[in-house]
């Protein structure tokens, strides 16, 4: 289990689009970014467990601590993430599935499930909230969660416009990072390599899974999630593709994309009312 996760984080950070030739104007605006939208990026916290089965026994069963980036899109608390690094279990069945179909198993039955608990949403000033899963978007690999109890205070969030790049606009991905960074905000710079229009419009350049991403004028690009073809996707990768970036994704049935923010506010309306 431990193993899949790891080739799927590594290659979603082959597959990262990094640029390293960015304009001192280019530096100061996301220094001024960071600044602005910063207290928005926040990180969730928790355990995570999955188990897997095959033909209904368990064959295995992992239990790792959860820490993935999070962003405030609303006052109330509300928060988006990528559902793939809060519940991995369909992600490893995926894996899985098209690793028993190139061995020659496809008919092989594997469930994986994964159980998150003591969920919290550590803000900027250090406050950890207990949280709650109010949304689940499995097609679009986005979760929504939010405090368990209503906040005192409204808290920063991201607002304002939306932005639209085009292809070779540069990106800005802002994460929170872990505690031994200091939990600060970091930076990844690159840019739209392609935009994809089905089965829904979507721009390739990750900067990260689950981070939020922006333009260069500061507008909200988007998040960064998985996008999988489904269970099975290609056969085993070979040594070439494994890294090879984007034919890794290939490979595996899955690529990193930026889900337009307008989408993601326009969902984000149903877990309001929950």
């Known amino acids: 289990m431990r193993t899949c996760c790891v080739v799927v984080l590594s290659v979603v950070v082959l597959s990262t689009s990094f640029r390293a030739d960015q304009s001192p104007d280019e530096r100061a605006a ?4 960071i600044g602005k939208r910063g207290d928005a990026i ?3 916290l928790g355990t995570v467990k999955t188990v897997m089965a095959m033909g209904g026994r368990e064959i295995t069963a992992n239990e790792e601590r959860l ?3 999070a962003t405030l899109i609303d006052a109330s608390g509300l928060a988006v993430v990528s559902l793939a690094s809060l519940e991995p279990g369909n992600l490893v069945a995926d894996l899985m599935a098209g690793q028993m179909g190139s061995a020659g198993m496809p008919d092989m039955k594997l ?3 994964s159980d998150t608990t ?4 550590r803000l900027a000033d250090g406050r950890e909230l207990p949280a709650k899963v109010v949304l689940r978007d499995n097609d679009l690999d986005l979760a929504f969660v ?3 109890e209503a906040l005192p ?4 969030f991201i607002d304002g416009p939306s932005a639209a790049p085009a292809v070779a606009d540069l990106l800005v991905g802002l994460q929170r990072l872990g505690e031994m960074a200091g939990w600060k905000v970091g930076a990844v710079f690159s840019t739209v390599v392609a935009i994809l229009d089905k089965p829904r419009t979507a721009y390739l350049g990750s900067t990260g899974l689950g981070g939020a991403v922006f333009d260069n004028a500061g507008r909200f690009v988007g998040i960064s999630v998985l996008s ?7 056969s085993a990768m070979s040594m070439t593709s494994a890294f090879s970036g984007m034919g890794a994704m290939d490979a595996l049935g899955m690529m990193p994309i930026v889900l337009p923010a307008d989408e993601i506010r326009e969902i984000a309306k149903q877990a309001t009312v929950k």
């Open 111 to 113: 469930d994986v499930k």
């Open 228 to 234: 999988r073809k489904g269970r099975g996707g290609s």
């Open 146 to 148: 939010k405090p368990v």
């Open 118 to 121: 003591d969920l919290r949403l």
């Open 30 to 33: 996301v220094r001024s970014l």
């Open 153 to 156: 205070a409204p808290v920063a």
């Open 42 to 44: 926040v990180t969730l």
């Open 67 to 69: 820490q993935t980036g």
